[in-house]
Nanobody, 117 residues
Framework: QVQLQESGPGLVKPSQTLSLTCTVSGGSITTSYYAWSWIRQPPGKGLEWMGVIVYDGSTYYSPSLKSRTSISRDTSKNQFSLQLSSVTPEDTAVYYC?????????WGQGTQVTVSS
């Protein structure tokens, strides 16, 4: 069974870049046809899909976040990462990494990121 664990700073200052890493165990991030996503949930709001890196390294982003978002991977460490630039307090949220393969849907426990000076 795939397991995911988010890691990164819990506090980021406005205008800085938020960086998170998802460490994957129980499966390889290059396994066909997995899709590895970042999803967030601001306080009091629903889930927001941010973007995905697919098993072959292709990336796709939410149109509303595309200009500020970058997802990359390190296959040697079996990790994928999120960078969100120019953050504001509106980017405060619980950030989740997710793995999807057909009906198999795995989630990390989530990590709280607060944007504040």
């Amino acid at each position: 069974q795939v397991q995911l664990q988010e890691s990164g700073p819990g506090l980021v200052k406005p205008s800085q870049t938020l960086s998170l890493t998802c460490t994957v165990s129980g499966g390889s991030i290059t396994t066909s046809y997995y899709a590895w996503s970042w999803i967030r949930q601001p306080p009091g709001k629903g889930l927001e899909w941010m973007g995905v890196i697919v098993y072959d390294g292709s990336t796709y982003y939410s149109p509303s976040l595309k200009s500020r978002t970058s997802i990359s991977r390190d296959t040697s460490k079996n990790q994928f990462s999120l960078q969100l630039s120019s953050v504001t307090p509106e980017d405060t949220a619980v950030y989740y990494c997710n793995a999807l393969l057909g009906s198999y849907d795995y989630w990390g426990q989530g990590t709280q990121v607060t944007v504040s000076s």
